[in-house]
Nanobody, 126 residues
Framework: QVQLVESGGGSVQSGGSLRLSCAAS????????MAWFRQAPGKEREGVGA???????KYADSVLGRFTVTQGNANNTLYLQMNRLKPEDTAMYFC????????????????????WGQGTQVTVSS
């Protein structure tokens, strides 16, 4: 059974940095995508950054230039480096993995992902 476990969340002041990690177990998919999503209270879940099997990474406009998605060598670990954090980045952050190949345009839509972690909270204070 595929499991995704996120870690690295916490509280930080505006302008600070955090690095999230996602460890995937029992997950082998050579042509799939992995992604980070976030959900703030009262808001819909939104895609933050996603990496496809082609290595291309798609970012949400709101985090472009501040957040970086990377993958471990075995492609079963996903990272999210978050710099210059803002209060509006406060949310629960989720790791997700697909069960098939995703097109570039679909990578930040949650409905295309099959597996999800439990999330890790990120709180940015002003």
């Amino acid at each position: 059974q595929v499991q995704l476990v996120e870690s690295g969340g916490g509280s930080v002041q505006s302008g600070g940095s955090l690095r999230l990690s996602c460890a995937a177990s029992e997950y082998t998919c050579n042509r799939c995508s992995m992604a980070w999503f976030r959900q703030a209270p009262g808001k819909e879940r939104e895609g933050v950054g996603a990496i496809g099997s082609d290595g291309d990474i798609k970012y949400a406009d709101s985090v472009l230039g501040r957040f970086t998605v990377t993958q471990g060598n075995a492609n079963n670990t996903l990272y999210l480096q978050m710099n210059r954090l803002k209060p509006e980045d406060t949310a629960m952050y989720f790791c997700a993995a697909s069960s098939g190949r995703l097109s570039w345009w679909s990578r930040l839509f949650s409905g295309y992902y099959t597996y999800w972690g439990q999330g890790t909270q990120v709180t940015v204070s002003s």
